[in-house]
């Protein structure tokens, strides 16, 4: 019984695999992280830099790049993410 029990649990056991991580997306991460909060925090706000402010309807600062390539962040991890549950077969939900 007990080592009916063990063998269930060892077959069940999902292999660890060491990743590696995209050190470039990283440190753009960390770059846009970081220009979030130089634009949200610049100290005094009755003096703003203007290239920290967003610009009026035509044209664009560095303040107005911040979210797109946060998005372009977001997409890019999510196509690793996904190509993995591809690569193992969960192309669809939860595996049972």
Known sequence: ???????RTAEAAVPIVKTQRLVSL??????TIAGMILVNNQGS????????GHAKWNGWTPTDL???FF???????ITF????????GQSKGKST
């Open 45 to 52: 706000w009755s003096f703003v830099y203007p290239a920290l």
């Open 71 to 77: 998005i372009f962040i977001v997409g890019v991890a």
């Open 1 to 7: 019984m007990i080592t009916e029990t063990l063998s």
């Open 81 to 88: 993410a996904f190509g993995k549950r591809f690569k193992m």
């Open 26 to 31: 990283d440190v753009f991460r960390g770059i």
């Open 66 to 68: 911040i979210f797109p």
